[in-house]
Structures are given as structure tokens and as C-alpha cells.
């Protein structure tokens, strides 16, 4: 079984902090993806990884950074933590069969509820 | 733009009553759709995932269908139990020029099913 894990199910941080959440895949999967999800809002992309120190920007990468050292780790960086961050942060990992393929499915971690006051 | 949307946003169904959770998407270039299970604070758990070139996939009491050209897809869920409570997602793989792996995620049906 694929299994993404991410470092805390909840986490309360100041204004200002600097805030690092951590997501591990174990499947060897190449596309890994942190998203947002709020209430009426759905799911929204942040940033994603499609290989070692490779990111592109999602939907909403203000305020985030990502890093990617080694293939099955993907952390996310929130440089200076603000009110509206406070969110349930997901990860998610996904193979890559080939350019073109058909068959790419998505895994997710627990979730992270992140508050910051 | 590729946009996903699920109707209704919740639902209310009595115990052991067959069930539809819907999905639409804007453009039919895609290369498969998913369909996720959430539980109240936790992560998506995959149920089904369906290939453009498929018609329906089957898991248990779940199937899943998909009509590309119309934009569609059905869950279908038989004997509902009140464990089925939870929120369904859908999401779609857009085919884009750079073969992308992102996918675009509908808001979302919140089922419960009542004792």
C-alpha cells in the first residue's frame, strides 16, 4: 500500500513564524503536491514537484515556498506565517508512467490543520 | 479553464438506499477522473479511478461511470450504510501540452446517511 505520511495532524503558530511542514511518500513516486483546502473553496494547489529540486507554482503560491532534496520528501515552507494560512494542508504523491499516460492516481497524506493566531 | 463541479453540495439519504453522487467538468480532455473519499479532518482516501478510455469502474458497492463528451461522471452507491458518511470528491486530469500530472478537484458532496 502506498503510504504518504505527513509530520504533524495539528500545529499552532504565531504571526510571523516561520513554518515548515514536512510530507514522506515510501512508493517511489516522481509528482509529489501540496494543496489547501478550505470550506466553499475545495481543494487548491499550491506547489508541486515532478522530481528532485524540480517545483512549479500552483493556483496559490503566494506566501509558500517548497523544497525537494530527496526524492520522498516534499516540505512546505511558510516564510512568515499570516492569519489566513490557517488551513488543513494535504499532501499528495502520484507516479509517472510516462508523458502522455493515462493512468497517474493520486495519494494523500492525513492532513495537516494548521492555526495561526 | 478546466472547472469541476459536484451537485448537490450535501445530501441526506435514509440507511440501505441506492444512491448517486455527481460530477461535471468543462472540458472533456482529460486522461482520467478520480473519485476520493473524506472523513471530517482527515485526508482523501482514492476509491476509483477511471481511464478516459473506460466506461465505469467497480469497487464493492461503488461504481463509477463516465461520460467524457458530456463532461459526467456518476458514483453510484448501493445499500447505503451510515460508515458511507462522509464527503466525496472528484477530480479530473486535464490532458495539457506539457502532460502535467496536476489534477482539478470539485468542492465536494457531504453525504450522510441516516440509522
Known amino acids: 500500500d502506498v503510504k504518504v505520511t505527513q509530520s504533524s495532524r495539528y500545529l499552532v503558530k504565531r504571526t510571523g513564524e516561520k513554518v515548515f511542514l514536512e510530507c514522506v511518500q515510501d512508493?517511489?513516486?516522481?509528482?509529489m503536491f501540496w494543496y489547501r483546502q478550505d470550506p466553499g473553496l475545495g481543494l487548491r494547489l499550491i506547489y508541486f514537484?515532478?522530481?528532485?529540486?524540480?517545483?512549479e507554482k500552483g493556483d496559490i503560491p503566494e506566501g509558500y515556498s517548497v523544497s525537494r532534496e530527496k526524492k520522498e520528501r516534499f516540505s512546505l515552507i511558510l516564510e512568515s506565517a499570516s492569519t489566513n494560512q490557517t488551513s488543513m494542508y494535504l499532501c499528495?504523491?502520484?507516479?509517472?508512467?510516462?508523458?502522455?499516460?493515462?493512468?497517474?492516481?493520486?495519494?494523500f497524506g492525513p492532513g495537516t490543520r494548521l492555526t495561526v493566531t | 479553464k478546466q472547472e469541476v463541479t459536484q451537485i448537490p453540495a450535501a445530501l441526506s439519504v435514509p440507511e440501505g438506499e441506492n444512491l448517486v453522487l455527481n460530477c461535471s467538468f468543462t472540458?472533456?480532455?482529460?486522461?482520467?477522473l478520480q473519485w476520493f473519499r473524506q472523513d471530517p479532518g482527515k485526508g482523501l482516501t482514492s476509491l476509483l479511478l477511471?481511464?478516459?478510455?473506460?466506461r465505469e469502474q467497480t469497487s464493492g458497492r461503488l461504481n463509477a461511470s463516465l461520460d467524457k463528451s458530456s463532461g459526467r461522471s456518476t458514483l453510484y452507491i448501493a445499500a447505503s450504510q451510515p460508515g458511507d458518511s462522509a464527503t466525496y470528491l472528484c477530480?479530473?486530469?486535464?490532458?495539457?501540452?506539457?502532460?502535467?500530472?496536476?489534477?482539478?478537484f470539485g468542492t465536494g458532496t457531504r453525504l450522510k446517511v441516516l440509522a
Open positions: 499528495a504523491s502520484s507516479s509517472s508512467p510516462g508523458l502522455g499516460s493515462l493512468v497517474s492516481e493520486q495519494y
Open positions: 512508493m517511489d513516486h516522481e509528482n
Open positions: 514537484s515532478y522530481d528532485v529540486k524540480m517545483k
Open positions: 472540458d472533456s480532455a482529460i486522461y482520467n
Open positions: 477511471i481511464q478516459s478510455s473506460q
Open positions: 477530480a479530473v486530469r486535464p490532458i495539457t501540452t506539457s502532460g502535467t500530472y496536476k489534477y482539478i
